[in-house]
């Protein structure tokens, strides 16, 4: 099940054939142990699996490990490659399975997925309201609410009553918000809005974008986070590999 | 990582992580990216992972008391008004700091503990902790189930791709 010494054949993404790999910045990540120490391409066709060594002893997921996993990935968007980004945790025996189970078996499957990437990258964009003020929205606009918060003893029942509404009304309140939001960030290849994560978020959702485009799209974001300020908070993570849009299968 | 630099634009409206913060690498790459098993069944290494499932139920106990707790803080700000810390536990610690995002650096801790179990993290928690005061919040909900959750490689709890929510 794994090679002799222990070590596994650990999987970052799949790229073209021929791609050079940049050097990935290695700051913070575990050296020469790290699962970034010794990347290399393993070819198959038009393809080419990235991936690093990984002893098979010991378990996977440490902050260095998912930084690592990160680092090659980033590193290679920023070169310009077109890639794939696995999940992180892909571990394969050796190089031959790599490429006679995963590369050559699926290879038009990839090879088109590579080609719808190429030239883009995923920018992720998340929204929060910002609380004092959604809260105090809420309570100007909901006298049941009002009336509660006055009322409400401080016992648990009380309070969950009160929080249940809060958080019902801010679901009420966050689709609105969403789609004004995601009307102003046009001219995107695709969109996956992801489900919410937090009563208190408006929008998280990834975004794929042309690199010609990248400026424009920063610029969108930037207004729409500056027309809205005070009132929730955006976060703008990327360019990213494309995460959100190779996952569908 | 230390020189990691924290955009922000003017108002602090929007903020944009160079590089990206821990979370936001965990949320994309454990939650999201190609799934290996999808492909490869036989020379899978089941090496074990650790990874903390950050799926969030959001109709929980805990978060109706956060936010009915974050509600009655307005009081404090308007009346000088009521104590909030018969709500007890970790809530009163912290429901003295007076922002409600404090509410959730217990859970930062926690996460931390999990993910940056290593080395470098001095410097990453200082980060983190500028960038992800708002993510806390759902880093931290679930905060009894966040043990380190060892788990082979192709177990299906982490490939499930429709991600957060649901669960409870």
């Known amino acids: 099940m794994t090679t002799a010494v222990g070590l596994g054949c650990y999987v970052f993404a799949i790229v073209p054939a021929g791609t050079a790999l940049p050097a990935t910045d290695t700051e913070g990540v575990d050296g020469t142990e790290g699962l970034a120490a010794a990347v290399t391409l393993v070819e198959a066709g038009e393809l080419a699996a990235v991936v690093g060594r990984v002893p098979t002893d010991r378990p996977l997921g440490r902050a260095s490990d998912l930084r690592a996993h990160d680092r090659v990935v980033a590193a290679l968007v920023s070169a310009g490659v077109a890639v794939l980004p696995m999940r992180f945790g892909a571990v394969l025996s050796d190089e031959s399975a790599v490429v006679d189970e995963l590369l050559l078996p699926h290879r038009a499957e990839f090879v088109e997925a590579l080609a719808t990437l190429r030239g883009r990258v995923q920018y992720t964009v998340r929204v929060v309201y910002e609380q004092d003020a959604v809260l105090r929205q809420l309570l100007a606009a909901r006298p049941d609410i009002r009336q509660l918060r006055e009322t409400a003893s401080q016992d648990a029942t009380s309070q969950l009553r009160l929080g249940e509404l ?84 | 990582m230390t020189s990691s630099v924290q955009e922000r634009r003017s108002g602090g409206y929007l903020e944009r992580p160079a590089p990206s913060g821990l979370a936001d690498v965990v949320e994309m790459i454990l939650d999201k990216g190609l799934v290996i098993d999808a492909y490869v069944r036989v020379s899978l290494v089941g090496i074990e992972l650790i990874t903390i499932d950050a799926r969030i139920v959001i109709a929980s106990v805990d978060t109706y008391l956060r936010f009915a707790e974050a509600t009655n803080r307005l009081d404090l700000y308007e009346h000088g008004g009521k104590s909030i810390d018969e709500l007890g536990g970790s809530m009163v610690e912290s429901g003295a700091r007076g922002k409600t995002r404090g509410l959730l650096d217990g859970a930062k801790d926690k996460f931390h503990e999990l993910v940056g179990g290593d080395d470098e993290d001095e410097d990453e928690e200082d980060e983190y902790d500028d960038q992800y005061d708002d993510e806390d919040e759902y880093e931290g909900e679930e905060d009894e189930e966040e043990e380190p959750e060892p788990a082979p490689a192709r177990s299906s709890s982490r490939r499930s791709s429709n991600g957060r929510g649901g669960r409870r």
């Open chain 1, 166 to 249: 809060v958080v019902h009304a801010l679901e009420e309140l966050r689709p609105a918000d969403a789609s004004a939001i995601l009307s102003e960030l046009i001219g995107t290849v695709d969109v996956h809005v992801r489900p919410p994560s937090a009563p208190d978020e408006v929008l998280n959702a990834a975004f794929l974008v042309d690199v010609s485009h990248a400026p424009a799209f920063e610029r969108r974001v930037e207004q729409a986070a500056a027309q809205r300020g005070g009132r929730v908070r955006f976060r703008l993570v990327g360019p990213s590999a494309a995460y959100d849009f190779v996952g569908d299968r």
